[in-house]
Every structure is written in structure tokens, then in C-alpha cells.
């Protein structure tokens, strides 16, 4: 199994990046797909997840209207679009694919993601 994030940076305020997470080793579009993040010296957050077959998604307060999730189960993939990227957005990113049927989970090793000026 393995989820591989890519896409993080440096990136000033105000400004876009797209985190992509390959998938691979399982049946992707078995499972929810959720994007974490955790900064230096916090806990680890939900920022946003979608449901197996893309139907459902939800977001943290802090990101609604800023962050979008999405998913191609054709590619194994899913995304994260976030725009209007604030300095309390720095932060790792993570992938995490999960599956309560079989209280499964498994995460990828992260993306950086930086905005600063």
C-alpha cells in the first residue's frame, strides 16, 4: 500500500497550490479519502475528506469556502485545491485513506506546505 502527497511549497499569502495523492496497493475507490495536516507543535487536524465514490465531502471550519477536495478513481488520486492560502494554512499535509467496514486506515509520508512572504 501507498499514498504518495505531492504538490506543497512555499507560496505567498493570498496565493494557490494543489495537493495531489497517488494511490496505490488497494481498492481506492473503496475507501474515504481525507486530507490532515499538523503544524510544528499542534495536533494533527481533519482539513477535508470525501466519500468513496466522491458523493460527500466535508470541511474544516477553517478552510470552507477556501479548500476543495475531489477525487478520480479512475487515477487513484485525490486532490486538494486550496486558494486564498493563509500563513496559519503552513503546515505538513497528509493523505489518509480510510474504511470503517474493516477499520482500516492507512497514510501517506506528507507534503510541506508553506505561506509565507
Given at each position: 500500500?501507498?499514498?504518495?502527497?505531492?504538490?506543497?511549497?512555499?507560496?505567498?499569502?493570498?496565493?494557490?497550490?494543489?495537493?495531489?495523492?497517488?494511490?496505490?496497493?488497494?481498492?481506492?475507490?473503496?475507501?474515504?479519502?481525507?486530507?490532515?495536516?499538523?503544524?510544528?507543535?499542534?495536533?494533527?487536524?481533519?482539513?477535508?475528506?470525501?466519500?468513496?465514490?466522491?458523493?460527500?465531502?466535508?470541511?474544516?471550519?477553517?478552510?470552507?469556502?477556501?479548500?476543495?477536495?475531489?477525487?478520480?478513481?479512475?487515477?487513484?488520486t485525490v486532490y486538494l485545491q486550496m486558494n486564498s492560502l493563509k500563513p496559519e494554512d503552513t503546515a505538513m499535509y497528509y493523505c489518509q485513506a480510510s474504511r470503517?467496514?474493516?477499520?482500516?486506515?492507512?497514510?501517506?509520508?506528507?507534503?510541506?506546505?508553506?505561506?509565507?512572504?
Amino acid at each position: 500500500v501507498q499514498l504518495v502527497e505531492s504538490g506543497g511549497g512555499l507560496v505567498q499569502p493570498g496565493g494557490s497550490l494543489r495537493l495531489s495523492c497517488a494511490a496505490s496497493g488497494f481498492t481506492f475507490n473503496g475507501y474515504r479519502m481525507s486530507w490532515y495536516r499538523q503544524a510544528p507543535g499542534k495536533e494533527r487536524e481533519l482539513v477535508a475528506r470525501i466519500s468513496s465514490l466522491g458523493g460527500s465531502t466535508d470541511y474544516a471550519d477553517s478552510v470552507k469556502g477556501r479548500f476543495t477536495i475531489s477525487r478520480d478513481n479512475a487515477r487513484n488520486t485525490v486532490y486538494l485545491q486550496m486558494n486564498s492560502l493563509k500563513p496559519e494554512d503552513t503546515a505538513m499535509y497528509y493523505c489518509q485513506a480510510s474504511r470503517r467496514a474493516t477499520n482500516t486506515d492507512y497514510w501517506g509520508q506528507g507534503t510541506q506546505v508553506t505561506v509565507s512572504s
